[in-house]
């Protein structure tokens, strides 16, 4: 058999294979990591009176060796500083380079490595609550992917109310058991469709929704997908987002968009 | 030669894109029943394990998109081996506990395929069922749905009768040899699709 029919033959099989085990499109992305940049710029908005609105992050890079070793991560962000009685505020595009631990869970600095004052003048925009609320998301679904209970306790406020999906998982110390239970042997949470809604402003209280679509391999080898809804209502207290009622809902995942058609 | 090789290469390359990805198995969706059925018997839905099973939301009043979906699955069934062809069931879950009976869908599915079962019982347990697949329908009656209702109906048919329609999800759940979700086909997925999927779903 001709060399290029063999080659030819090989390709099809593999990509076969791969159409076969083929993940969701969907940008794999570590949740700690975000929710680690987003409590870096809440903290920075809460502690400088300022707002941070993020426009982009990169890939994280790997760098340095042993105890040096770290990662960093460009960032795009739109910020303007707070000022009593102003109307208009100057915007501040900049470009920085976050340094970030080991374990992709702390922002050590960040380092401007552009910056440019914006030619027009705009309405203060605040964004401490969306990058509260958006790295308490992001590190809750964080301590699912890692099955961190006790991390997953720490966003949970004291008479917290709790209701999984699932009619088995009453509270949230049987949740991880439950996913642990699942014997995974690969699995990702999708997240779209984030909504923050104000619920009470000198309460700093807000009412969140989110979907997520959960893709996962088990013990056969065979792909599993859930589209889960989420509503939270959050508090925001001492610089943290903590939650005071988690509500999550199976929904009927999408597929095939011609599925989705009504008569 | 050599362009030779690289048209097979590309060939391979194209051809094997057309495969389509196993279908995962979706969570949260689904679920066992047991309903009345054309069949004269009650029927659950582990009847039909080892078997992948086809089924659809509609009824049989409906003038466009259920009987173009149930033809579409008779095509399917007739290009399927008759091996395979035994060991895939079509179910059709009447919405309509109001108007469609047993007899009614036996007729009318008949009509299809003799092989496809209809289910159709209390209103109360086809919403349970509904509510299993996330399935949505609601029943609109009114002066407009009449007018509209009469113009399909055939002349000198139901005359008197106020017209109804429902709006309903058109989704075909495909369930695979365990009585598991594993997707959705509709009429406009192409029977080399369904067929493929289909075939990969009953190797399992």
Redesign the interface.
């Known amino acids: 058999m001709a060399w290029w029919s063999r080659c030819a033959q090989i390709i099809v099989l593999a990509s076969a294979a791969m159409v076969a085990t083929e993940v969701p499109a969907a940008e794999q992305v570590h949740h700690g990591l975000q929710a680690a940049i987003y409590q870096w710029y809440g903290k920075l908005d809460t502690i400088m009176n300022a707002s941070h609105h993020l426009l982009s992050i990169g890939q994280p890079r790997h760098v340095g060796q042993g105890d040096q070793a770290h990662v960093e991560v460009n960032v795009q962000l739109e910020s303007q500083e707070w000022r009593l009685g102003q109307s208009h505020y100057p915007g501040h595009y900049e470009e920085q380079v976050l340094h970030i631990s080991g374990t992709l869970e702390r922002v050590l600095h960040s380092q401007s490595v552009l910056y440019s004052l914006d030619d027009f003048d705009s309405k203060y925009r605040p964004s401490r609550a969306s990058n509260l609320i958006k790295a308490l998301v992001f590190s809750w679904t964080h301590g699912l992917d890692t099955y961190d209970e006790s991390a997953l306790q720490r966003h949970l406020l004291v008479n917290s109310t709790f209701v999984a999906a699932e009619l088995r998982v009453q509270k949230l110390i049987d949740y991880v058991p439950y996913l642990r239970s699942l014997n995974y042997l690969k699995n990702h949470r999708n997240l779209n469709k984030l909504n923050i809604e104000t619920l009470n402003i000198e309460q700093d209280t807000y009412r969140v929704t989110y979907e997520y679509q959960w893709w996962a391999v088990n013990q056969q080898g065979e792909s599993e997908l859930a589209q889960m809804a989420v509503e939270m209502q959050v508090q925001i207290i001492a610089g943290r987002a903590m939650i005071s009622l988690y509500k999550e809902t199976y929904l009927a995942p999408i597929t095939d968009a011609g599925a989705e058609v009504r008569c | 030669m050599r362009i030779?090789?690289?048209v097979?290469?590309i060939?391979?390359?194209l051809?094997?894109?057309n495969?389509?990805?196993?279908?995962?198995?979706?969570?949260?969706?689904g679920g066992d029943f047991s309903l009345q059925s054309s069949l004269g018997r009650q029927v659950n839905l582990t009847d039909f394990r080892g078997k992948v099973v086809l089924m659809f939301f509609g009824y049989t009043n409906?003038a466009?998109?259920?009987p173009t979906t149930m033809a579409h699955m008779s095509q399917l069934m007739d290009r399927l081996q008759p091996a395979d062809r035994s060991r895939v069931q079509v179910l059709f879950v009447s919405i309509d506990s109001d108007n469609d009976t047993a007899t009614h869908l036996n007729q009318y599915l008949a009509y299809f395929d003799p092989s496809f079962i209809g289910l159709v019982d209390s209103q109360d347990k086809i919403d349970a069922v509904a509510a299993k697949?996330?399935t949505?329908y609601v029943k609109l009656a009114d002066s407009t749905v009449t007018t509209v209702y009469k113009k399909l109906t055939l002349a000198g048919e139901a005359t008197d009768q106020q017209g109804y329609l429902?709006?309903?999800?058109?989704?075909?759940y495909v369930m695979d040899i365990s009585g598991r979700v594993r997707?959705?086909?509709?009429m406009?997925?192409p029977h080399a699709e369904m067929q493929s999927q289909i075939e990969q779903l009953l190797q399992e």
């Open positions: 030779r090789s690289w097979a290469v060939a391979g390359l051809l094997s894109a495969l389509w990805a196993a279908m995962p198995i979706l969570k949260g969706v409906c466009d998109i259920c697949y996330h949505e429902f709006s309903h999800t058109a989704k075909i997707g959705y086909f509709y406009g997925t």
